[in-house]
Structures are given as structure tokens and as C-alpha cells.
């Protein structure tokens, strides 16, 4: 997913707090880890691969962006931590150098705890062990010291088997395993104490709500959308402005899709008029919190869809009693001046007109020309593409031409078929790329009629 191929590579923090597809975690080694409310990944500490350098930088990666973030702790290693005042959470407290702290427990409200680890010398042998426990607020970016020593190597309070006491305390140690069970409580098991140690006792800590055991707020829901009065076919985006949540349920009644989980949806579209109610229901680990806005959400109509048609070298737009204003466009560029119902075109090429309606809302659409239709007589026979390549079409709304001729301006006659009888489609295609370009007239006898046109040859 992340990450250089090699190993012991140097970290790259970038700033504090600011999430950056370039940052990057150092190499490290036995760490402690967890996952917050929303999914994201944390760790905290570790060791590096040469035995001389221990951290204690904490550490968030974004599945969804694929990107970490330095949260706390120093950028360089074999930092010392500050401990502050017990059950007081700072943003100045920070734990120090240290890896081994495997013993990582998420709370019911969402804050990470862990227990004590170590320092070994180069020869893997553990010099220092600590007994601390700290716990992290994710919401306020805080850690607080909860319980045991400040100093390394203090020995344990054991107490009375089964019976909770505040003097009671774990040996300073790393390696140990820890759980938590239905009702919040911590455990840990086991570890290893200054090299070699090893224990099997187990013990079990209830988080005091006087110490790391504040109830999370509550969350408020709240929210706005990049527009409020939009046409068909639209799409808006919404913007979570609720406090504390750390989930998120919208419901869009009339849109596509009409609902999303994700915090700031985005691209939600309303293909039908009317007026539409936005829910969002805001959730964090101590409960939920329900915003509608009725009739949020105006949609104005669309204007009817137009239709383009071609005549000799003008384009026709159809009208509406909703239409209030035409704009003709070159591809996409903005035809100045062109806001009629009908445009002359002096070049081929796709033209597309919109319509607007008095509401603002529009729509558009296009029509390719390939070449101006020259019309004979009564409309009733056409000849395409003008100007002509190499072959030119003569179509005919009834099944019956009779003679064709083509003449150069000098009236001489460059091309003849008599007769001529269409019985299945009424078009006729005529090779002219033996024709030098300049101007042509057509003439054709259609029952008795003699009807005349022209094109030019490129």
C-alpha cells in the first residue's frame, strides 16, 4: 500500500497534523497500534532496526486516501516524555522513547490506552521497563498518564488476589498481551520484566470516570449544501457541520443516490421537480442525533428539450412557450450575437443550441453538418453533402426520378443517367471525383418536371 521496498528507511513527518500522500512512518519494530471510530490506523512508538534509536511519534494512516499523518510525539528518536499531572489530560504530555508496548486497548468511547514497554541495550537485553498507563484522546489530541510510575525498573503492588485496590500495580515490563471484555474493563497478561523475566500473572484494570473514563459529548447534527435551488438533472454537494460524530447517515428522498454514508457526500442528483427534505443522522460511542430540513432542496423544471433542423444552410430551432432565450455554439464555444430561434452557418461542423425558461434552468442539444442540402423545386428532392467530395447523393421523398444530368457553368454536360428508376430507397449516389472543383448544376425531369440545382466541388 505505502512505503519504500528497503529497510531502515528515515521518516518523513512533513507538518504536524496535516495529512500528506509523501508522509511516511520510519522502519520500526514492535509498536503499539489501534483502530479509531472511523477506521483510520494509529500507531505509536517502536524501535529501529539497529537497536539504537526508540520512538514515541503517534502516527494516524487514512485507508481511504492512502495517506499517514504525524499526529504527536518528536520527530527525532530517544525522546523523552513529559508526564504532566496524573488524570490530567495536556497537549504538552507526551509518553517517552520506547518499544514493546504491545498492550494497546481501544475504550467504549473511543480513546487508546496502553501499558508500559521498554528499552534494551545492544544486546537485546531489556535495561529499562516501565509500569505506566496512558491513555489517548483522539478527539482532543491529548494523552493523559492514568496510572504506575514515572521512572523505569519500579516494582510491582500485587495486592490481594481478586481484590481491586488504587495501591495495586503491575511490574514495569514489554511483550505482554491485553484484551478488553463486555464491560470496558482492561486486561493484560504475561510480559517480560528486565531480561530474562518472563510472568503469568493477570490482571484487570476498571477505567475511573474521574480518569480517562469522561463520557464522550454527545453528537449535534448539522449540515449545509453547496446550492439550495437547483434545475433537473443537477448535482450538489452536502457539508457535515455536525459536532462530535464520528459517523454519518444521510437520506436525499428524490435523488441519486438517495443516501450515502460518507461524511461530505458528493455529486447527489434530482432528475424530478418538486421540493425535497435532507436527513442526516450524526453518531458517535455515546449516542446519535437526528437533523431534517424539509423542502431543503428546490428543483426547478428544465425547459422542454428542442429540436435542431437543417434547412439549405440554416439551422432551426424549435420553439416553446417556456423558451425565453436561445445561445447557438460552435462545438462549445459561444456563438456572439447568435440568440435566435435560427442560425446561418457558413462552415460544417457540430452546432448545439440552449434554451433557457424563465427559472434559469436550460438544456441543450446539437446537430452535426456534414454539407448544405440544395433543395429542388418543391422540397420534395434534395441533393447532399454541398459542398461534395467525391460522391454526391440526390434523395427523393417519393420512389420515382427519371433523368439526371449534371452541367459546368459553361452549360455543357458532364455526366447524364437516363433513365433513371429508384424502386426500393428513394437516393441515388453519384460518383463525382472525376469532376474538377468549381460550381455544378443539376437538372432533373421528375413526372414531366424539370427541376434544377447546384452544388460545388471541392
Not at 473511543?110 to 537485553?125: P, Q, T, Y
Not at 449545509?224 to 434545475?231: A, E, L, M
Request: with cysteine; charged share 15%; hydrophobic share 35%.
Amino acid at each position: 500500500m505505502k512505503g519504500p521496498q528497503t529497510k531502515a528507511q528515515p521518516a518523513v513527518f512533513g507538518t504536524k497534523g496535516v495529512e500528506d500522500t509523501a508522509n511516511i512512518p520510519s522502519g520500526r519494530l514492535v509498536y503499539a497500534r489501534w483502530k479509531d471510530n472511523t477506521g483510520k490506523l494509529w500507531l505509536f512508538d517502536g524501535r529501529d532496526n539497529g537497536g539504537a534509536v526508540f520512538y514515541n511519534d503517534l502516527w494516524r494512516y487514512n485507508i481511504a486516501t492512502n495517506s499517514w499523518t504525524w499526529i504527536a510525539g518528536d520527530s527525532s528518536g530517544n525522546a523523552q516524555g513529559f508526564y504532566g499531572t496524573k488524570c490530567v489530560a495536556s497537549p504538552f504530555n507526551i509518553p517517552g522513547q520506547r518499544f514493546e508496548n504491545r498492550v494497546a486497548w481501544t475504550d467504549a468511547n473511543g480513546n487508546f490506552w496502553m501499558f508500559g514497554g521498554g528499552i534494551s541495550n545492544l544486546s537485546n537485553a531489556y535495561a529499562f521497563v516501565w509500569n505506566d498507563l496512558w491513555m489517548y484522546s483522539v478527539a482532543a489530541n491529548q494523552w493523559m498518564w492514568a496510572a504506575g510510575d514515572t521512572v523505569s525498573n519500579r516494582p510491582g503492588n500485587w495486592g490481594v488476589l481478586g481484590v481491586p485496590n488504587i495501591t495495586n500495580k503491575p511490574t514495569g515490563r514489554v511483550g505482554a498481551v491485553g484484551w478488553t471484555d463486555h464491560n470496558g474493563h482492561l486486561y493484560l497478561f504475561g510480559g517480560s520484566g528486565a531480561w530474562p523475566s518472563p510472568h503469568n500473572d493477570l490482571w484487570k484494570y476498571t477505567i475511573d470516570s474521574s480518569c480517562g473514563g469522561a463520557v464522550v459529548a454527545p453528537p449535534v447534527a448539522l449540515f449545509q449544501s453547496s446550492d439550495t435551488t437547483i434545475c433537473t438533472f443537477d448535482c450538489i454537494s452536502f457539508i457535515d457541520q455536525s459536532t462530535n460524530a464520528t459517523m454519518w447517515q444521510w437520506s436525499f428522498p428524490g435523488a441519486s443516490p438517495s443516501s450515502s454514508t460518507m461524511q461530505n457526500p458528493q455529486n447527489i442528483c434530482y432528475s424530478t421537480a418538486g421540493a425535497f427534505k435532507v436527513t442526516l443522522i450524526a453518531t458517535n460511542s455515546a449516542g446519535s442525533d437526528t437533523v431534517t430540513f424539509n423542502n431543503y432542496i428546490s428543483v426547478n423544471a428544465s425547459p422542454p428539450t428542442p429540436n435542431i433542423t437543417q434547412s439549405h444552410d440554416t439551422l432551426f430551432c424549435s420553439t416553446d412557450p417556456t423558451y425565453t432565450s436561445y445561445q447557438w455554439y460552435m462545438d462549445t464555444t459561444l456563438i456572439q450575437g447568435a440568440t435566435d430561434t435560427l442560425y446561418a452557418f457558413s462552415q460544417t461542423g457540430q452546432y448545439n443550441v440552449k434554451v433557457s425558461n424563465e427559472k434559469g434552468c436550460s438544456i441543450a442539444v446539437g446537430i452535426t453538418v456534414v454539407g448544405i442540402k440544395e433543395f429542388f423545386g418543391d422540397n420534395s428532392i434534395f441533393l447532399y453533402p454541398n459542398p461534395v467530395g467525391n460522391e454526391i447523393i440526390i434523395r427523393s421523398k417519393e420512389l420515382r426520378i427519371e433523368n439526371i444530368g449534371i452541367y459546368n457553368v459553361l452549360g455543357q454536360c458532364v455526366y447524364a443517367v437516363q433513365p433513371q428508376t429508384i424502386n426500393s430507397k428513394p437516393e441515388t449516389a453519384i460518383d463525382v471525383s472525376a469532376l474538377s472543383a468549381g460550381i455544378y448544376f443539376v437538372k432533373i425531369t421528375n413526372k414531366g418536371n424539370r427541376l434544377t440545382g447546384r452544388f460545388v466541388k471541392e
